[in-house]
């Protein structure tokens, strides 16, 4: 009984993750038999190919059974959309065997869930580019125009590649084209710096796999360029001013940050630029991402901390048209996101106030401090207006730790030293417009020192916390209240103040070479620096429960955990 | 569903525009019988089209009062503004009164209006009162009246008469002040958080107004007080607004418009700040600079008032009121930082709040249908309450 060989032949067929020819979709061509039955498995098994024929041949002129497979992408789990388990029989009559052209014109019609295509390897030797074409039509719909601009790209290099059905991924693509709402990053992560999945959520990209080395580089890693550069200018400013005179700094330090904070920069835009040309989909889901969304501003932060650091050998005056040239991005980035603090809806600023968002307000700051630096008036005033304005709103919104903001961690994390960044940037800009370190200017500096004494004597609630690339991007407010205390101590000089800045600068740079050590094992002895960026890879829509539960039991996670997660969600 | 789409719009404190009310007004029910009452009363009398005005109509008279100042600042020879001067200069001064009177015209004609509505329908102008747009509105004619005595080409500023009109017109605007800011903090219905709305911000424009023309008749003291009743509770109200705590959804589509008030505020600070420390310092320009920022980030976000745009209402005209105090701030920097890019901003926000005041006064002779007052919308508010409470 072929009919009861067919159905013993399925669950066989499940368990192998083999690849057939299939005409067209995952639908089975019975017309003209000239296809092998898709039930039957092994390839490269001569014997039973010839056997399938000869099946199919029998098969086809009794009962015509169809069946449609999609397996899923991922070994590891399950996924909406892209898993369907269809058993479809249908009961069609075999009338026009000369039909061959669509003799299941309900197949043709039925709307394909599939995400992948399953194709052939006949010949043995192709077996290695084959498996590459599949992995890399998984981080397709993270491609710019979804892999297409690669195609492109390879067809001029000449490389003859299988080209996939340009469908098979179009609904994968629909449910990835469009960037979540910010409502999903908030339900589907979870951490202080948002980058952690839920348990119950599922990631759109194989997670046990390492993805391609571009789709993991974050624009978190413009923090390490922060950091460093941040500590040229500690380095130029312990070595320039007169109060520190005491100390006999040279020139050296600074030259060689300096350099090594050009180089970093170079580095990290080069990559980060890549990555937008190709993986064009991924920038935009980060752009998205409510806490990734400040690193944008962190580039050009870092240029500026590159001019404010520059040394006296290199060059003393620098141009105003580089100011101009810097401040340009960071006010088009700004009217975005301050409109949508002001405008509400989605993006209103107390649903997703988190302390990453003080990079944005810093820029204005470090922006003002240049500018007076290079003896311009009225720019410095506009840009310090304006983060002012914005910083005092921040300040009370992330105070007031409003119910309906989710994004502020509960536990103590690297992320709360953002809140020294601003006041201290603001004292020292401040300081340079109007000529000498007034009133004005210590208030925010004191309000600085105290913040940094807060979160100083509870440095031991920040050990345990998993070392991440964003890390870099919180030394900087180390480093920053460290030259305004410098500065300060420019202005009153006595034994405290001087005492003060030789501690914190010593403090700051203990803790970069710290993370410079850290960064260093993670990079090339555990080779864990860039993860698998999930924050990036949530899915449009929360999956179902049934699918959550299922990925659950395959990836094998704690089941308190787990209920724990789901009692979370069933409350939101 | 009509019934329910009332209900929905009494439970969210909106507006109804006016053709949604005319839809929600053909309801069954318990309110058949005043609905009816209310149509049998538009359809008999004119006197009802006079009733059924309510306070956001004095953004007209914001508008034309705010252009007769900038124009009287254009013009004052103390002003050095370059270009504009000897355009300025062209025109005869008779057309600057003839504009001063339009405006006094218009803002006597709408206060007369009000009066009519105050005696023939207090209940509704109570609900106008509670309502936390409505209530906002209530600064605009003594705004109006202040801006008006600053730009007179009458009198003198320190002029005894003057100073009489200046405490007369600044009276109401604190007892409001106290109204209206004491149930902020105290009253359980009406925290800030409940009500601040953008429209919030004409209360806060209202004391820095009359400081600003305190200041220029020589009452410093006076100046310095109402400035920091205003600045203080702009603070607070800067820092609601943008925090957005209850969503946008307090804020009808049809008013959006009044998000250009973001702009008013902290220009009207500035003006004040400058004429209380007689020269525009920091402070005043970053104030400036900061209502500059709020401009570029409105203007760069069309699709925020695409819904408003769509039919003309009164609504329109709290365009202009803001662009006009923008262009006088613009002109105060310019006097002071002497250079190309002040001059070319002056001439630019000036030409550019002309112009729209224009249109405006264009499209209200050319659409007045739309922008009569089809219907109460706090009569129905008002009697729902009744049957709700």
């Given amino acids: ?392 709103v921040l300040f009370v919104t992330l105070y007031q730790r409003l119910p309906t903001n989710a994004a502020l961690p509960k536990e103590l994390h690297p992320v709360f030293f953002l809140f020294v960044a601003a006041p201290s940037v603001a004292c020292m800009a401040w300081a340079k417009i109007q000529g000498d370190f007034d009133y004005a200017a210590r208030i925010p500096y004191f309000i600085a020192l105290f913040l940094y004494m807060s979160l100083a004597v509870r440095v031991n609630f920040f050990t345990g916390i998993r070392f991440s690339l964003a890390w870099w991007a919180y030394t900087f407010p180390m480093t920053g209240a460290s030259i305004a205390t410098i500065k300060y101590t420019m202005a009153v000089t006595n034994v405290v103040t001087r005492s003060l800045s030789v501690c914190l600068s010593a403090i700051s740079t203990f803790t970069v070479s710290t993370l410079l050590v850290y960064t260093i094992v993670h990079a090339f002895v555990l080779r864990d620096l860039f993860p698998n960026d999930i924050s990036i890879a949530i899915t449009r829509k929360k999956p179902k429960f049934s699918k959550m539960l299922s990925h659950f039991r395959s990836s094998s996670a704690d089941s308190k955990d787990f209920d724990s997660s789901i009692s979370k969600n069933s409350e939101i | 569903m009509a019934q329910n789409q009332r209900r929905f719009n009494v439970t969210n404190h909106q507006i109804p525009i006016p053709t949604l009310h005319q839809s929600t007004t053909n309801t069954t029910g318990t309110d058949t019988g005043t609905s009816t009452r209310a149509s049998k009363t538009a359809s008999s009398s004119d006197l009802s089209i006079l009733t059924r005005f309510h306070a956001g109509y004095f953004r007209i008279s914001l508008a034309l009062c705010s252009q007769a100042l900038l124009w009287k600042t254009l013009a004052e020879p103390t002003t050095d503004a370059r270009a504009l001067s000897s355009i300025v200069r062209t025109i005869p001064s008779f057309a600057f009164i003839l504009l001063w009177s339009i405006a006094l015209l218009t803002l006597l004609l709408l206060c007369l209006l009000y009066l009519v509505r105050c005696f023939l329908r207090f209940r509704s102008v109570r609900a106008e009162l509670a309502h936390h747009v409505g209530m906002n509105y209530l600064f605009a004619p003594w705004i109006s009246f202040l801006m008006l005595l600053q730009a007179t080409p009458f009198l003198q500023p320190d002029n005894r008469l003057c100073r009489i009109l200046w405490c007369a017109f600044s009276v109401p605007i604190v007892v409001l002040d106290v109204k209206i800011y004491g149930q902020w903090f105290t009253q359980g219905k009406r925290f800030l ?66 998000f250009f008030l973001f702009i008013a505020a902290p220009s009207t ?97 050319l659409k007045t249908n739309d922008i009569l007052p089809h219907d109460d919308p706090f009569v129905c508010y008002n009697i729902a309450r009744g049957t709700t409470t």
């Fill in chain 1, 1 to 392: 009984m072929e009919q009861t060989e067919l159905q013993v032949e399925i669950p066989s067929v499940l368990k192998q993750t083999s690849c057939q020819n299939i005409k067209g979709f995952d639908c089975v061509d019975y017309g003209n038999g000239n296809n092998p039955n898709p039930l039957e498995n092994a390839i490269s098994d001569k014997e039973s190919y010839g056997e399938s024929i000869a099946g199919s041949k029998i098969t086809k002129l009794e009962l015509q059974e169809v069946v449609i497979i999609s397996l899923p992408a991922s070994p590891s789990g399950l996924h909406i959309g892209q898993t369907k388990l269809v058993l479809h029989s249908e009961k069609c009559e075999n009338t026009d065997q000369n039909d061959t052209k669509n003799p299941y014109p309900q197949l043709a019609k039925q709307k394909k869930f599939h995400s992948q295509p399953i194709l052939v390897r006949e010949n043995g030797d192709r077996k290695v580019v084959h498996s590459e074409a599949i992995r890399d039509h998984r981080f397709d719909p993270f491609k710019t125009w979804s892999g297409r601009l690669e195609r492109q790209i390879s067809n001029l290099r000449g490389k003859a590649t299988q080209e996939p059905d340009i469908e098979a991924g179009a609904s994968e693509r629909d449910e990835i084209e469009e960037a979540p709402g910010v409502d999903r990053y908030f339900d589907a992560l979870e951490g202080p710096e948002l980058d952690t999945l839920r348990a119950t959520e599922v990631s759109v990209l194989p997670e046990d796999e390492k993805w391609p080395f571009l789709l993991r580089f974050p624009v978190n890693a413009f923090g390490i360029c922060l950091g460093v550069s941040s500590q040229a200018i500690l380095w130029k400013t312990l070595n320039t001013s007169p109060a520190m005179s005491f100390l006999h700094i040279s020139p050296m330090p600074n030259l060689i940050l300096w350099w090594a904070a050009l180089a970093l920069i170079l580095f990290v835009s080069f990559v980060y630029l890549l990555k937008i040309v190709f993986y064009f989909e991924a920038v935009k889901r980060e752009y998205h991402h409510p806490v990734r969304v400040n690193f944008f501003f962190a580039p050009w932060i870092a240029c500026m901390f590159m001019a404010l650091a520059v040394p006296p050998s290199i060059a003393v005056n620098l141009r105003p048209f580089i100011w101009y040239i810097l401040m340009t991005p960071i006010f088009i980035l700004e009217l975005k996101i301050y409109g949508q603090w002001m405008s509400g809806g989605q993006r209103r600023l107390s649903k997703v106030a988190n302390p990453s968002n003080h990079l944005s307000i810093v820029g204005n700051f470090v922006g003002a401090l240049l500018g007076a630096n290079m003896g311009l008036k009225e720019g410095p005033i506009f840009f310090f207006a304006v983060g002012l304005a914005h910083y005092i």
């Fill in chain 2, 269 to 365: 600070a500035s003006l004040a700040w400058d004429s209380i420390s007689s020269s525009f310092d920091t402070g005043c320009k970053m104030l400036f600079f900061l209502s500059l920022f709020l401009f570029a980030s409105l203007v760069s976000r069309p699709a925020l008032f695409k819904r408003s745009m769509r039919r003309f209402s009164v609504a329109w005209w709290a365009y202009s009121f803001p662009l006009t105090i923008l262009a006088l701030a613009a002109t105060e920097y310019a006097q002071d930082v002497k250079g190309v890019i002040p001059n070319v901003l002056m001439l630019v926000l000036s030409v550019l709040s002309v112009v729209v005041t224009l249109a405006l006064m264009v499209f209200t002779a």
């Fill in chain 2, 193 to 258: 958080s409940m009500v601040a709305n953008p429209t919030s911000q004409i209360t806060v424009i209202g004391n820095l107004v009359g400081a600003h023309v305190a200041a220029q008749m020589g009452w410093k003291e006076s100046a310095v007080c109402m400035f920091s009743l205003g600045i203080t509770h702009y603070l607070v109200l800067f820092v609601t607004l943008y925090q957005r705590f209850l969503g946008s959804d307090s804020l009808p589509a049809m008013l959006r418009p009044v």
